[in-house]
């Protein structure tokens, strides 16, 4: 009889900070429970409740997605194993150029991007194709590429495409609408990204204002963050910049630039920033696993019309229809500027801005 037991391979331990003690101001942000959408009933209930969130902060959490604590942990084990197990020689090897390409694969280094007054970033990325096997990988990765493979899939079948359902109905539309826009095997940029931030020197934080990442929205459709312990993340809300809580076992979604197009802004994209840690996490990494989701790459980005919601209230649009760039144009334009582009100040105080295929997009300092 052949040998039905698995083994899986151990990986080292990836010990995260304690959740913070410090009294935050935190967001008011949603939690849509996923388990309901397996229902007609339960998913007109939470098209409801996402339509809310998104049209109130853009950001909520999303609970009952699959899996496990234990499958989250080992997830966040797998995620450190670019950054700490791998040899910096290596690393150059496998290392992706953004900026030239427009597109993330493989390392960026610390260091790669501007953030403020001469000060460069102090995180590093590893970005993983949704296509896992198509690429090769560090050596120390590669006994994980099923993991890995099954994670993108989950993300990409079992949470997004839940999602995707929910904002159709949210909008009267097919329930079917966006699942076909977020093909698994069209062209497009959808990838996965092991995201490790390094603490700074104080001489950093000052010249930065405590900024590691400027305020700013996402290029692509729907973000999945798998949430962490270490506060950092902010959004931008009607009273201010506010914390994001961590909730144990769950993800936030936040809507990007396409997505807003798509909606002709009824749905828009959130801004957020990254700052310093509360005083109580300063001096651990923070280690996040983030699922970007993109459009297929040929879908122009001009509002979905068919839409009896968006032919109530109206539509903005950000460029008239015939001049209006396809996901892949909008994607490569974004990521080959981000960190590289020289920002110009805008007519509001603390906003920078540039201008991509017509476009103006702001940088919220």
Request: hydrophobic share 35%; net charge negative.
């Amino acid at each position: 009889m052949p040998d039905l037991t698995v083994t899986v391979p151990q990986t080292p331990k990836y010990v995260p900070a304690l959740p913070t003690k410090e009294n935050l101001q935190y967001a008011d942000l949603a939690i849509i429970d996923l388990s309901k959408a397996a229902t007609a009933e339960g998913r007109a209930e939470l098209a409801v409740e996402l339509r809310e969130a998104l049209t109130t902060h853009g950001f909520c959490y999303i609970v009952n997605h699959g899996y496990t604590q234990a499958q989250n942990e080992r997830m966040f084990d797998i995620a450190d194993i670019p950054m700490s197990g791998v040899p910096e020689d290596e690393k150059r090897a496998y290392t992706g150029d953004s900026k030239k390409t427009g597109i993330f694969q493989g390392y960026k280094p610390r260091q790669y991007w501007h953030i403020d007054a001469g000060v460069r970033d102090q995180h590093e990325h590893y970005n993983c194709n949704r296509h896992v096997h198509s690429l090769m990988h560090p050596q120390a990765l590669r006994p994980f590429l099923p993991d890995i493979d099954a994670f993108v899939r989950h993300n990409h079948h079992n949470i997004l495409h839940k999602i995707c359902r929910l904002m159709a109905l949210s909008l009267e539309l097919p329930e079917d609408t966006f699942v076909k826009l977020h093909d698994f095997d069209a062209p497009g940029g959808s990838y996965l990204r092991f995201m490790k931030y390094f603490p700074r020197s104080e001489e950093e934080e000052v010249q930065t204002k405590n900024v590691w990442m400027k305020g700013h929205t996402d290029i692509g459709s729907i973000t999945l963050l798998w949430s962490q312990p270490v506060a950092a993340l902010q959004i931008q809300t009607k009273e201010g910049w506010r914390w994001v809580k961590h909730i144990e076992n769950a993800l936030l979604m936040n809507i990007g630039d396409s997505m807003e197009f798509l909606t002709g802004g009824f749905y828009k994209a959130t801004i957020h920033r990254v700052v310093q840690p509360p005083i109580d996490q300063r001096g651990y990494t923070r280690l996040s696993m983030i699922y970007f989701s993109f459009l297929n790459d040929d879908v122009k980005l001009v509002p979905i019309m068919d839409s009896p919601v968006l032919q109530r209230v109206g539509v903005k649009r950000k460029c008239e229809d015939d001049v209006a760039p396809t996901m892949k144009a909008w994607r490569v334009a974004r990521i080959s500027a981000y960190g590289a582009s020289d920002l110009q100040k805008g007519k509001e105080p603390g906003i920078e801005e540039e201008v991509l295929n017509g476009i103006i997009v702001k940088h919220y300092n």
